[in-house]
């Protein structure tokens, strides 16, 4: 069997003025296509940027209330919650909602932080850069009182124009704050404690020559009585 193997050969030689002015004819359209389809992909392109730098800018413009705990500045074993707004703008009706609610045992106390109007009220506005902070529980005394330690907390807010803005949903975990290795940095609670133990051993220290300064003086005045009787 034999194959035979055609080659398409173009003799230009052959073409006539007509031939060529189809061809060019159609390579201008084919240019013309292309120019058309780069600058429709490049207005597109440029259309996405300018979305995406407006997009940008609102967010940046926008309130960004975050919950958290945080040490607390005074004492160590301390842990606070704190809500802050991060954003650049006015924050209003901010309502906190957390699953399961907040259990501490500082709850017996009177001053359940679950049911205070931090959690239980609408925050009726938040300026960039505010922060409320509440004494949320006692790091070791939570661990051995074996409650929670996560809890989901949802954000619900609206921006300064009244817009409700998306719920912002945190996960706050406790167990990470412990087994960790840490530096212990004494402050201002610490050098008040050390200044009562100082003032309380101080004042025992001054009852006990009191009563060391009356002893000798009663068996002095005991020596001084015999030794007149003799």
């Given at each position: 069997?034999?194959?035979?193997?055609?080659?398409?050969?173009?003799?230009?030689?052959?073409?006539?003025?007509?031939?060529?002015?189809a061809?060019?004819?159609?390579?201008?359209?084919?240019?013309?296509?292309?120019?058309?389809?780069?600058?429709?992909?490049?207005?597109?392109?440029?259309?996405?940027?300018?979305?995406?730098?407006?997009?940008?800018?609102?967010?940046?413009?926008?309130?960004?209330?975050?919950?958290?705990?945080?040490?607390?500045?005074?004492?160590?074993?301390?842990?606070?919650?704190?809500?802050?707004?991060?954003?650049?703008?006015?924050?209003?009706?901010v309502?906190?909602?957390?699953?399961?609610?907040?259990?501490?045992?500082?709850?017996?106390?009177?001053?359940?932080?679950?049911?205070?109007?931090?959690?239980?009220?609408?925050?009726?506005?938040?300026?960039p850069?505010k922060?409320i902070?509440?004494?949320?529980?006692?790091?070791?005394?939570?661990?051995?009182?074996?409650?929670?330690?996560?809890?989901?907390?949802?954000?619900?807010?609206?921006?300064?124009?009244?817009?409700?803005?998306?719920?912002?949903?945190?996960?706050?975990?406790?167990?990470?704050?412990?087994?960790?290795?840490?530096?212990?940095?004494?402050?201002?609670?610490?050098?008040?404690?050390?200044?009562?133990?100082?003032?309380?051993?101080?004042?025992?220290?001054?009852?006990?020559?009191k009563?060391?300064f009356?002893?000798?003086r009663?068996?002095?005045?005991?020596?001084?009585?015999?030794?007149?009787?003799?």
């Amino acid at each position: 069997m034999t194959h035979e193997l055609k080659v398409l050969a173009v003799d230009f030689g052959a073409w006539t003025p007509d031939d060529w002015s189809a061809l060019a004819a159609v390579a201008s359209t084919a240019l013309t296509i292309l120019t058309v389809v780069i600058a429709v992909l490049a207005a597109i392109y440029a259309k996405q940027q300018v979305d995406l730098a407006r997009q940008l800018r609102e967010d940046q413009a926008q309130p960004f209330v975050v919950v958290d705990f945080a040490d607390n500045p005074v004492w160590n074993k301390a842990i606070d919650f704190v809500v802050e707004n991060m954003g650049q703008t006015l924050a209003k009706n901010v309502k906190i909602k957390v699953d399961p609610p907040f259990q501490t045992t500082m709850d017996d106390t009177g001053h359940t932080l679950a049911s205070s109007p931090l959690l239980s009220q609408a925050i009726p506005s938040l300026p960039p850069g505010k922060r409320i902070t509440a004494l949320f529980d006692v790091s070791h005394e939570r661990h051995a009182a074996g409650l929670p330690m996560k809890y989901t907390a949802t954000v619900e807010f609206e921006d300064a124009h009244g817009k409700p803005q998306e719920p912002l949903t945190y996960i706050l975990d406790l167990s990470i704050r412990y087994d960790l290795l840490s530096i212990t940095e004494y402050r201002t609670h610490d050098a008040a404690k050390a200044l009562r133990e100082i003032s309380k051993t101080l004042k025992e220290t001054r009852g006990d020559l009191k009563n060391e300064f009356y002893r000798r003086r009663q068996a002095e005045s005991a020596d001084d009585d015999s030794s007149s009787v003799e």
